[in-house]
C-alpha cells in the first residue's frame, strides 16, 4: 500500500521556522519525482515546491529564497525546511510523489503562521 505520511506542521509566529518531513512507503521512492503542494482555504491547491529523483529543484516565486526542499533517498524521505514565514504561508501542505504513469498524495498537515 502506497502511503505519504506528512509531519512538522503546526502553529508558528511569522518570521520564524518549520519542517515538514513526508515519509514514504510502498514504491520506489527513489525513482519518483516528489513535490509539495499547499492549499489555503477558498483558494486552489498550489504548487509550492519540487524535486526531482537527481536533486534538482524548482519554487513557486513566494517561496524562493525563503523554502528549501531536500530528499533523502535512504530514508525514503523528503522535507520542506520553511524559513521567515508570513501569515500568506499558512495553509494545509500536501505531500505528493510522481511515478508514471501515477501519481500520490499524502493526508496533509496544517501550517499555520499568526502572531
Known amino acids: 500500500q502506497v502511503q505519504l505520511v506528512e509531519s512538522g506542521g503546526g502553529l508558528v509566529q511569522p518570521g520564524g521556522s518549520l519542517r515538514l518531513s513526508c515519509a514514504a512507503s510502498?514504491?520506489?521512492?527513489?525513482?519518483?519525482?516528489m513535490a509539495w503542494y499547499r492549499q489555503a482555504p477558498g483558494k486552489q491547491r498550489e504548487l509550492v515546491a519540487t524535486?526531482?529523483?537527481?536533486?534538482?529543484?524548482n519554487y513557486v516565486d513566494s517561496v524562493k529564497g525563503r523554502f528549501t526542499i531536500s530528499r533523502d533517498n535512504a530514508k525514503n524521505m523528503v522535507s520542506l525546511q520553511m524559513n521567515s514565514l508570513k501569515p500568506d504561508d499558512t495553509a494545509v501542505y500536501y505531500c505528493?510523489?510522481?511515478?508514471?504513469?501515477?501519481?500520490?498524495w499524502g493526508q496533509g498537515t496544517q501550517v499555520t503562521v499568526s502572531s
Open positions: 505528493y510523489a510522481h511515478q508514471a504513469p501515477y501519481t500520490y
Open positions: 510502498g514504491f520506489t521512492f527513489s525513482s519518483s519525482a
Open positions: 524535486i526531482t529523483k537527481s536533486s534538482s529543484t
